[in-house]
């Protein structure tokens, strides 16, 4: 096997692993009954597949064909020595993220009936860890996929789904549990601990 056939399976276990880690939350979290689902609209829609493009759709094109050929170059063992370490902390990251927020979880942004405040485990450090999790994969991607278009699109996708998002959900937080959600802002930061 070669180092780049090596790399492109080791993306594509990554993404496997994402969605079956998932499945069990996800089902969890469909038995409770959304309280307000105001913004799960178009915006969220186009925002949701954006990202999908990007860590989904434009890697796999690559993974499969090698196309665009002429933005590929040789990858170094070490670049996808560390591919693999971070795809596995990032997976590790989504899901301690999953287990903290339990039925709270939503792909869209909306509020479950009863929703809870979550600010302990992964919780405690930043406010915002799915998604920290979400950019280790878009850093993972650029590592395992020596593709200038595939490898940066992880972090064009999610990115743009991140910046447009955060503050929204921010808001709903506020608006659903105010001077204790201010508190909880003002003692974490949004996906690095201590720096951002
Ligand atoms: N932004 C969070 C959660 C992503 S899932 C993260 O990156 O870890 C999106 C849903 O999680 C939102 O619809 C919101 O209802 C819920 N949510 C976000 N932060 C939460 C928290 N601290 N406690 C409980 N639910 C939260």
């Not at 096997?1 to 969605?19: I, S």
């Not at 709903?172 to 105010?178: K, L, P, T, V």
Request: aromatic share 14%; charged share 15%.
């Amino acid at each position: 096997m070669t180092l780049l056939t090596f790399a492109k399976l080791a993306w594509t276990l990554g993404v496997v692993a994402w969605f079956v880690l998932r499945l069990p939350f996800q089902r969890k979290a469909r038995r409770a009954g959304v309280a307000d689902a105001r913004r799960r609209n178009l915006r969220e829609m186009v925002l949701l597949t954006i990202s999908t493009c990007g860590l989904g759709v434009v890697p796999a094109i690559y993974a499969s064909s090698g196309f665009p050929a002429s933005l590929s170059y040789a990858p170094s063992p070490l670049q996808v020595g560390a591919g693999v370490v971070v795809f596995l902390a990032a997976l590790w990251l989504f899901w301690r993220t999953h287990s903290d927020l339990g039925r709270n979880w939503s792909v869209t942004l909306e509020l479950r009936e009863s929703h809870k405040l979550i600010t302990t485990g992964v919780y405690s450090r930043v406010r915002h860890p799915m998604y920290s999790a979400f950019f280790l994969w878009a850093l993972a991607q650029a590592l395992l996929l020596p593709n200038l278009v595939a490898g940066l699109s992880g972090f064009v996708g999610f990115g743009i789904l991140y910046f447009f998002r955060v503050g929204e959900e921010e808001a709903m937080m506020r608006e659903a549990f105010g001077a204790e959600y201010d508190a909880y802002c003002a003692r974490t930061k949004r996906v690095i601990p201590f720096i951002c």
